[in-house]
RNA sequence: GCCCCGGUGGUGUAGCGGUUAUCAUGUGGGCCUGUCGAGCCCACGACCCGAGUUCAAAUCUCGGCCGGGGCGCCA
């Protein structure tokens, strides 16, 4: 290997003794006769120095590297208290790897902004850079932690298709695309097949889902490309059922990321408390009222942006439930009850970050539901089809992962959740 | 789709009718043996594209392209 040590795997018994360490040239910081380098890799930073008169052609070597070219360098582990981490590398032998160009197109330590932009046309780039870089440590364990919580209440990880032949369940814009000459589609979500594998005998499956939009919204919480922990669950009483794996799932992580990630959420600068459960739940009826007082707001409207906002300026807490929506705010699969849906929205500090339902599972009551809004049903043959043949009560949400983490870290762009961001203006990189 | 704003060295900016186009960062070179936002000296490098107004345009007008903010749209 081209390196025996991480910066951060060195410990005292090193000391003394010959190491390898392998990088990224953050900074060299040459002084005439003695000369520092710091070298960094996935876990943080070491120094490598070196004196000129020891081996003047390797100091020379060095010193004149571009920043951010790759190395290899091997050498005594010297103990000193002043530098970083307790000790040195002092340099005996080098292997370059990779000389970067220059002028790097963004800096990576230099002491100047850089545009959002200027940072996502050099992902690359802006990935080397601490902040960025632990915002993406925290998604991982963001996923992994949602994923070990569901797992453990019996849920089976399942991958459907992303390429469908029946147009939208509805709402949303899809991309077109030619298969083979035949009509497709992106999908907009998993939400027909998870129902569908509900008549299988799984019981509960989740998916960590790609969710394609073909909206042209241009805002700073929207993708055309994005990301979500969706599950269903089958034999539930009803949506209370399904808000409860929602919300201890929330929380199961966040303790997870408190515990695990505290490094990451200095950088960030995110200092939250564990919020306590059961979420507040709020009807959409009380919601109406809060809103009434402040502002011209007709019961049967959907919650825009100016609501979300208003609502979460009058709650004392940050994640909460709202339920109990009008029947006509929701998509045709969702179960009614009244003139209301079996419905509930998660919200996080004024934006909806997890949505979802009771479904229905009776055969009849979907197929009547679809036609009272102007549907066409031939074009749902194989989703209807699996509630023929035994189709037990089932719920489920879909919890946009990009959307919790901005809101968890208090990011202002939708973006920086996202490694590689598909918007309205943006295909590349 | 609507409203508002902006495009100046590699990066981030100042200038808003006549400047040698500002500053920082960076890059290249020089000095310096304990730096850690190293320091000091020298150099390099830019007005998005097109048309117009004007004696004169980075600066004003129009069009285009690109971007930012907000809203709408959006399981």
Redesign the pocket.
């Known amino acids: 290997m081209l390196r025996s040590h991480f910066s951060k795997e060195v410990s005292e018994n090193d000391y003394g003794k010959k190491i390898r360490i392998a990088g990224w040239i953050e900074?060299i910081?040459?002084?005439?006769?003695?000369a520092?380098i710091i070298l960094r890799d996935r876990m943080g930073r070491a120094?490598i120095?070196i004196?000129?008169?020891m081996n003047p052609e390797l100091f020379k070597e060095i010193v004149?590297l571009?920043?951010e070219s790759v190395i290899s360098a091997y050498g005594l582990c010297q103990k000193?208290e002043?530098?970083?981490n307790g000790w040195?590398l002092l340099l005996e032998d080098m292997e370059i790897l990779s000389k970067a160009s220059?002028?790097?197109?963004?800096?990576v330590i230099?002491?100047?902004?850089?545009?959002?932009?200027?940072r996502l046309d050099n992902r690359f780039i802006d990935l080397r850079r601490e902040e960025t870089k632990a915002i993406f440590m925290i998604r991982h364990s963001f996923i992994k932690h949602a994923s070990d919580f569901l797992r453990k209440r019996g849920f089976i990880e399942v991958h459907t298709p992303k390429i469908t032949a029946s147009s939208s369940?509805?709402?949303?814009e899809v991309f077109k695309l030619d298969y083979f000459g035949k009509d497709a589609y992106l999908v907009?979500?998993?939400?027909l097949y998870k129902q569908i594998l509900m008549a299988t005998g799984f019981d509960r499956v989740y998916e960590i889902a790609w969710?394609f939009?073909a909206?042209?919204?241009?805002?700073?919480r929207?993708l055309n490309e994005s990301t979500a922990i969706d599950i269903e669950m089958a034999f539930i009483s009803n949506e209370e059922d399904v808000m409860k794996i929602a919300e201890e799932m929330t929380n199961y992580t966040i303790q997870k990321i408190l515990d695990e990630n505290s490094k990451e959420l200095e950088i960030l600068n995110v200092d939250i408390d564990l919020p306590s459960l059961p979420y507040p739940r709020i009807k959409y009826d009380e919601v109406v009222e809060i809103l009434q007082r402040e502002i011209d707001f007709k019961w049967g409207d959907?919650l825009?942006?100016?609501e979300e906002n208003l609502l979460a300026k009058h709650l004392e807490y940050e994640l909460y439930f709202i339920t109990k929506f009008p029947l006509e705010t929701?998509?045709f699969y969702a179960m009614p009850n009244g003139k209301y849906a079996r419905a509930f929205d998660l919200e996080y500090k004024g934006m909806e970050i997890a949505?979802g339902a009771q479904r229905i599972h009776d055969y009849e009551m979907l197929v009547n539901r679809m036609e009272s809004l102007g549907m066409n049903v031939k074009n749902f043959e194989d989703y209807l089809k699996a509630f023929k043949y035994g189709m037990p009560p089932h719920g489920g949400f879909?919890y946009g992962i990009e959307r919790f983490l901005m809101r968890f870290l208090n990011l202002?762009?939708i973006r920086e959740c996202i490694l590689f961001p598909r918007d309205r203006?943006?295909i590349r990189p």
């Open positions: 900074d910081r040459n002084l005439g006769g003695i520092f120094q120095t004196i000129k008169r004149s571009p920043r000193n002043k530098v970083m040195e220059t002028p790097l197109p963004m800096g230099d002491k100047v902004n850089v545009d959002f932009d200027t369940e509805g709402g949303t907009q979500s998993p939400q969710y939009r909206e042209e919204h241009d805002t700073s929207h959907d825009g942006t100016d929701k998509p949505s879909g202002k762009n203006k943006r």
